[in-house]
C-alpha cells in the first residue's frame, strides 16, 4: 500500500476533501466508462477501476478541477447542501439569517499595516529584531496574563465585556453552533471566534495604558494575533494552513492563498496572514 500512500494528496481528501470535486469527477469517470463499455469493455474496467482510486486518493482527477469545480456547483442549480453536510462556517443558517466570520473587531476600522505598526512601535509595543518583530516582553507577559484570566470567562461574560470596554461594540451576544462564537452587529450577523475575542480583548485592554487613539487600539489588537503560537482558549499550538480550500474562497489565477493561523482543536482561524495585497 505505500505506493499507494505516496499517490494520496491530503489537501483534497480525508477532512479536506471537496465533495464538488469529488462528484464531477466521478461524473466523468463514469461517462467515460460507459462511453468505452460498447467499444473496449476491458479498457472501461480498468478505466473505472484507475479513475476511482485516483479520484479516491487525490481528490480528484481532472487537473484544475479546485478550480473551476466550485463554480460549476455555484452555477448549477443544485442545492449548495448537498454538497456541505454542515453549513460552512461563516455562512451559518441555522434560522435563515446570513451569518458571516469576521476577521477582528477591527474590520471596519481602516488603517493601513504600516501605520498600526509605526505607532505600535513608537509607544514601545513591538520591537524589530532583524527582520523579525516582536511584542515587547513586558507587553506580551501583560497580554498572555490576561488572555488566561479571559479563558475562563463564559461565552456570556466575553460577551459583555466586549461590549462594555469597546465603544464601537453596541451588541455582542454569544452564538453556538459546531463552534463558539461571538455574534456581533444589531442583527448579530458577524460572527467572530472565541479565541479571537480572548486574544483582541487582551490586547486591547493592554493596548489602552500605551495608546490614546481608540481606532488604533483596536486595529493593533487585530495585529497582536500574529504573534499568538498558542491558542489562548484551548492552548493548542496553532497551525499553518492555507486560506483556501478548493470550495472556499476563489482567488484570482494569480493570486497566492492567503497563509492563515488556525488552532486545530476549536477549528477556527487565528489570524491571516495577507499576502496578496501586500
Ligand atoms: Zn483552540
Redesign the pocket.
Known amino acids: 500500500m505505500d505506493a499507494l500512500e505516496t499517490l494520496r494528496d491530503e489537501s483534497y481528501t480525508g477532512a479536506n476533501r471537496c465533495w464538488p470535486c469529488t462528484v464531477l469527477n466521478l461524473g466523468l469517470v463514469g461517462a467515460l466508462v460507459m462511453f468505452l463499455r460498447g467499444r473496449r469493455p476491458r479498457s472501461s474496467l480498468l478505466v473505472a477501476v484507475v479513475g476511482v482510486a485516483i479520484v479516491y486518493l487525490r481528490g480528484y482527477l481532472v487537473p484544475y478541477t479546485p478550480e473551476f469545480a466550485p463554480r460549476l456547483v455555484a452555477a448549477s442549480p443544485v442545492p449548495d447542501e448537498w454538497f456541505h453536510g454542515e453549513p460552512a462556517h461563516g455562512e451559518t443558517s441555522q434560522d435563515d439569517v446570513t451569518r458571516r466570520e469576521n476577521e477582528s473587531l477591527a474590520d471596519d476600522v481602516e488603517i493601513d499595516g504600516e501605520t498600526v505598526f509605526r505607532e505600535l512601535s513608537a509607544a514601545g509595543v513591538i520591537e524589530a529584531e532583524g527582520e523579525q518583530l516582536f511584542l515587547t516582553t513586558t507587553v506580551d507577559t501583560a497580554w498572555h496574563e490576561r488572555m488566561a484570566e479571559l479563558t475562563d470567562d463564559s461565552l456570556d461574560a466575553l460577551a459583555a465585556a466586549l461590549q462594555a470596554s469597546l465603544p464601537e461594540v453596541d451588541a455582542a451576544e454569544p452564538y453556538v453552533d459546531d463552534a463558539e462564537w461571538i455574534a456581533l452587529g444589531a442583527d448579530h450577523t458577524q460572527l467572530l471566534p472565541r ?1 479571537v475575542v480572548v486574544a483582541e480583548l487582551a490586547a486591547y485592554e493592554v493596548l489602552g495604558e500605551r495608546l490614546d487613539d481608540e481606532r488604533l487600539r483596536v486595529a493593533g489588537a487585530e495585529a497582536f494575533r500574529m504573534f499568538l503560537d498558542r ?1 489562548p ?2 492552548d ?1 499550538e496553532l497551525v499553518e494552513s492555507s486560506a483556501v480550500s478548493c470550495c472556499g474562497g476563489h482567488l484570482g489565477p494569480r493570486q497566492d492563498p492567503d497563509e492563515t493561523l488556525v ?1 486545530p ?2 477549528e477556527q482561524r487565528l489570524y491571516t496572514f495577507e499576502l496578496s495585497d501586500s
Do not use: N, R, Y
Open positions: 479565541p491558542c482558549v484551548c493548542s488552532c482543536t476549536c
